[in-house]
């Protein structure tokens, strides 16, 4: 399933850009909740090397991610959807 990139990917990736961290700094800066948007949350995760976020709808919670690296495609329209999967439960 996937999830067209909406407004609250685009005010997450804003702040990414606005930062203007490398890698190594948001690793350091590793936090799960760091962005909170409506039904959007999520952060850095240095073990993935990626922005992992959850999505919530009226079906539940998604999960889906991207690199620092798709930031400025997502900000240009290049990359329009993100990949969503189902979370795991331990």
């Not at 909740?33 to 959850?54: C, H």
């Not at 919530?56 to 999967?85: C, H, N």
């Amino acid at each position: 399933m996937k999830l067209q990139i909406g407004e609250n990917i685009l005010l997450i990736c804003r702040e990414i850009e606005e930062t203007s961290w490398t890698e190594k700094q948001w690793a350091d800066a590793e936090s799960g909740d760091w962005f909170q948007y409506n039904d959007t949350i999520g952060g850095y995760n240095a073990d993935e090397r990626a922005f992992l976020l959850s999505y919530y709808d009226p079906e539940g919670e998604w999960w889906f991610q991207f690199s620092l690296a798709d930031v400025p495609k997502i900000l240009s329209g290049e990359m329009e959807y993100v990949k969503l999967s189902v979370p795991k439960r331990y």
